[in-house]
């Protein structure tokens, strides 16, 4: 079958193209699936893009590929078209969030492509601009219960003929304005699963300005045998065993200024 040409012409299409996939390989050899997204930030001295997931996902992998539709002679994503950039000592290339607690990891977009481009692969990328990225005033004038979507590749599943992730959407659960257990986090409900860890998540402004990025999907809340609630990293979508704990639909979202905060760590200490 040829690819499919398909014109990215509306906000809910572009939310289809923002994110990658994820694939890697752990050290003891187990297999994970996951997602991350592509940030434009604009600085003191230029544009860069960046690729974004979260840190539990790129620690302790030895081997990964971030998987790419590839753009037709128009500049448009070919639909089933995919490429794989494979990334030898995957997790040493990221850059982690300053904080230890944030769940954020950053790598430049620019060498990617070059690489692709040598390989005679010219790959389509559709990022998110960092003034999309919402501060704490926008989150102020969201009320305290919202409608958002996210996108990613739940339990591993995409359309695989056609290279897409999977659209869906939920509410917040607490008040994204405010810091759940005092960090820099709120929850949503919604169904998360292993394979939505770095999952955009998207909030449409009331005020008609569109969709904002409000945050990061990192863990999701499970019920253990003992009738407790804790919240546990989503992990890659490896086949995860919970014996005795079931998740419970409630998926902690970090605000998504703190993305702002790892580019522009990256960029002070490397001067992209």
């Known amino acids: 079958m040829n690819p499919t040409p398909f014109a990215v012409d509306t906000p809910a299409k572009r939310l289809l ?23 434009e930030h604009v600085h003191a001295r230029g544009r860069t893009r960046f690729v974004v997931t979260n840190r539990h996902l790129v620690d302790d992998v030895v081997q990964g590929a971030l998987v790419f539709p590839l753009a ?10 995919r490429f794989e950039v494979r990334i030898d000592e995957f997790g040493d290339a990221w850059h982690r969030h300053p904080d230890d607690t944030v769940d954020l990891a950053v790598l430049p977009l ?6 692709a481009q040598q390989q005679g692969a010219t790959l389509y990328v559709e990022p ?3 003034d999309r990225i919402a501060d704490a005033p926008a989150l102020a004038r969201l009320d305290a219960l919202e409608e958002v979507w996210f996108v990613g590749y ?6 695989g003929v056609n290279a897409l992730p999977i659209l869906r959407r939920g509410t917040t659960a607490t008040p994204p304005a405010v810091d759940f257990e005092g960090q820099p986090q ?16 998207f909030v449409r402004a ?22 407790q609630l804790s919240p546990a990293p989503v992990p890659a979508s490896t086949g995860l ?3 005795g704990a079931e998740m419970i639909d409630l998926g902690l979202v970090i605000k998504a200024q703190a993305v702002r905060e790892a580019l522009q760590d990256y960029l002070r200490r490397w001067r992209a």
Do not use: C, K, N
């Open 241 to 243: 065993q919970a014996t």
């Open 154 to 159: 739940p339990s591993g599943v995409w359309d």
């Open 110 to 115: 620019e060498p990617l492509l070059v690489a």
């Open 72 to 81: 037709g002679a128009d500049g448009q994503p070919v639909l089933g078209s």
């Open 186 to 201: 709120f929850l949503i409900d919604a169904a998360v699963y292993p394979g939505s860890s770095g999952s955009p998540v």
């Open 206 to 227: 009331a005020d008609g300005s569109g969709l904002w990025l409000a945050g990061v999907v990192a863990a999701v809340f499970f019920r253990e045998e003992s009738l």
């Open 17 to 39: 193209f923002h994110t990658v996939r994820v694939e890697t390989q752990m050290a003891d050899g187990g297999a994970g699936t996951g997602t991350a997204f592509v940030v």
């Open 128 to 130: 998110i601009a960092s």
